[in-house]
């Protein structure tokens, strides 16, 4: 199964998104109207090896909360994750059992050479 992870109303998913050819059965999820689910998340740190990989410390509520001056666990991450979508580093793709977190440059190039591996 090859799936996206993404923020519908987030301008940097949607431009990677359009930038991308993505195939017809590829899997869209907007992570804000239908929400990450344990088995899901548990998924992609499986694939990523820690619920770290999958966080975002650029989110706004990650400075309100003041969590930089926390020290969180693997399972302080997965929590929080788990409880607002906006934690998750997005977009996410999993292609062919591999998956893809983040926005950077060097990650939507690495994206498209799998998409021309499928």
Do not use: W
Not at 10 to 35: M, N
Not at 89 to 109: A, D, H, L, Q
């Amino acid at each position: 199964m090859n799936k996206v992870y993404y923020l519908k109303t987030c301008s940097t998913c949607s431009r990677i998104l359009k930038e991308l050819d993505l195939p017809s059965d590829f899997i869209l999820q907007d992570i804000k109207s239908d929400a990450i689910t344990l088995q899901q998340l548990e998924e992609m740190g499986e694939l990523s090896g820690s619920y770290e990989a999958l966080f975002s410390k650029r989110a706004t509520l990650y400075k309100s909360m003041d969590l930089k001056n926390k020290s969180l666990t693997e399972k302080d991450y997965k929590q929080y994750i788990l409880e607002h979508y906006t934690f998750l580093s997005r977009p996410v793709f999993i292609i062919n059992n591999t998956i893809y977190i983040g926005n950077s440059k060097k990650n939507v190039e690495a994206v498209k050479q799998a998409l021309n591996e499928i």
